[in-house]
């Protein structure tokens, strides 16, 4: 067999699992996330389901050990939803400041999974009045 053909066949060969490779990453990566739900968005939500949740910290939050109890609100609402927490607290958590956490629904209140509590930080390039 010729060489040159060789090394096309091997290269056609590598570049289509190079590809299938590429496809199966991108599916995996896309299937595998959920959207995060806001409090009004949860309202409805099944108990024993895992969802995540996102919104502003309610000022007035309570710590019992290593379990915080706090309320979740909507960003732009006033709905919110009570979540109890047991685990350690990022440090720039604190009323007002916006948070994702996975939660699960039990009774009335949503119990948040252990090292799921992330804040986000608010943004530094918010518009600012400026004499000039």
Known sequence: MDPSRKRRIR??????????????????SFSASSEARTPSQLQAAQAGQTYQLT????????????????????????????????????????????VVIDVRKEGGTFVGQKDSLVTKCPSKFSAEKTNT
């Open 55 to 98: 919104g502003k910290v309610v000022a007035g939050y309570k710590q019992a050990g290593e379990t915080t109890y706090f309320k979740v609100r909507d960003r732009n609402g006033h709905v919110s939803v009570p979540v109890r927490y047991t685990g350690p607290l990022p440090d720039p958590f604190r009323a007002d400041r916006e």
């Open 11 to 28: 290269f056609v060969v590598a570049l289509s699992v190079a590809v299938l490779l590429a496809g199966a990453l991108a599916y995996t």
